[in-house]
């Protein structure tokens, strides 16, 4: 038995359902790319490898492919969305509150006790969106110096 090819970005664009474009192309690669990018960063990704695109467009693709499930839109409270290609999974995420930095951290194995709300008020949980706190190891470490 052989693995299936991966499927190229225009591949799963079709297959969600999007048009295929070489900005919709480029944004997807600079989402994948990135690290937990806001939208101005892809913007200049997405620059760097198709020439001009505006802000708006760049808002627009991002909003397709999210809402296509391409891609995962993060809101931490008080900052810019930030947008990252993990998706399909109930991963969380660690922020620092001093520089910002953003990191994936996996659910726990197994069971995912953050699904099992203490009252579900009668809604099918599915997935849960937790966002942890706190300083990053330079961070903490700059602050006890």
Known sequence: MTAS???TTAEELRGAGLRVTAARVALLEAVR???HLGAEAIASEVRGRVGHI????VYEGLH???AAGLIRRLDPP????????RVGDNHHHLVCRSCGTVADVDCAVGHAPCLTASDDRGFAVDEA???YWGLCPACSTARSS
């Open 5 to 7: 090819p991966t499927p």
């Open 33 to 35: 790319d990135g690290d």
């Open 54 to 57: 505006s802000v708006q467009a």
């Open 64 to 66: 397709a492919l999210t």
């Open 78 to 85: 008080g900052s810019p969305a930030l947008y990252e290609g």
């Open 129 to 131: 969106e937790v966002i």
